[in-house]
Nanobody, 125 residues
Framework: QVQLVESGGGSVQAGGSLRLSCAASAYTIKNYCMGWIRQAPGKEREGVALINTDISTFSAEFAKGRFSIPKDKTKKTPNLQMDSLKPDDAAMCRC???????????????????WGQGTQVTVSS
């Protein structure tokens, strides 16, 4: 069973930054595509960004230029750097995995059995 533990959420003012971390086993990090999803109350779940086993990264359109998964040449780290946060970015953010061959930002989070418990992001104007 995959276990994912997020941390790093909190409350910031608009324009601020947060860095979310996802703790997982070395096996999971090495062998699975890993990504982030978010969901705000009353809104649909959204894929945010992912890093695949070949260290390639992809982001949702709304995240480009503001959110990123930092790349490390020596290892894959499924952390999410969020800059220039807006009030609309407030949401519960979760780490998740997908099999590497079918991993797309648009399909992140389809398997609820591989969600972390989540970390809350709050952005005040």
């Amino acid at each position: 069973q995959v276990q994912l533990v997020e941390s790093g959420g909190g409350s910031v003012q608009a324009g601020g930054s947060l860095r979310l971390s996802c703790a997982a086993s070395a096996y999971t990090i090495k062998n699975y595509c890993m990504g982030w999803i978010r969901q705000a109350p009353g809104k649909e779940r959204e894929g945010v960004a992912l890093i695949n086993t070949d260290i390639s990264t992809f982001s949702a359109e709304f995240a480009k230029g503001r959110f990123s998964i930092p790349k490390d040449k020596t290892k894959k780290t499924p952390n999410l750097q969020m800059d220039s946060l807006k009030p609309d970015d407030a949401a519960m953010c979760r780490c998740t995995t997908r099999p590497r061959d079918i991993c797309r930002v648009s399909t992140l989070g389809q398997d609820v059995s591989v969600w972390g418990q989540g970390t809350q992001v709050t952005v005040s104007s």
